[in-house]
Nanobody, 124 residues
Framework: QVQLVESGGGLVQAGGSLRLSCTASGRTFSTKAMGWFRQAPGKEREFVATISWDGRSTSYAGSVKGRFTVSRVNAKNTVYLQMNSLKPEDTAIYYC?????????????????WGQGTQVTVSS
């Protein structure tokens, strides 16, 4: 079973930047796609970004495209989410997750391991 630990969340002003990290234990990290999701208070968990096993393919939610960048370093068992031009509506708990396959997917049921989440708060 893969364990995922997110870090890098915090409080930032609108227009600022944060970089989230997610480090995985276990040997399957480098062969699986990874995803970032978020959940704001009172809302359902939503897709943010995903990256294929080799980092060559990525996909983003429309609301973050052009502002967020997902990347990974398999040698470090780590996936990143660089968040620029942050907006108050980006405030949420951010989760990383491991997909069941190697290809990008935005579908929550296709992820089988989740981190505990890290809070991102953007003030106006």
């Amino acid at each position: 079973q893969v364990q995922l630990v997110e870090s890098g969340g915090g409080l930032v002003q609108a227009g600022g930047s944060l970089r989230l990290s997610c480090t995985a234990s276990g040997r399957t990290f480098s062969t699986k796609a990874m995803g970032w999701f978020r959940q704001a208070p009172g809302k359902e968990r939503e897709f943010v970004a995903t990256i294929s096993w080799d980092g060559r393919s990525t996909s983003y939610a429309g609301s973050v495209k052009g502002r967020f960048t997902v990347s990974r370093v398999n040698a470090k068992n780590t996936v990143y989410l660089q968040m620029n031009s942050l907006k108050p509506e980006d405030t949420a708990i951010y989760y990383c997750a491991k997909a069941q396959s190697a290809v990008v997917t935005f579908r929550i049921p296709e992820y089988d391991s989740w981190g505990q989440g890290t809070q991102v708060t953007v003030s106006s």
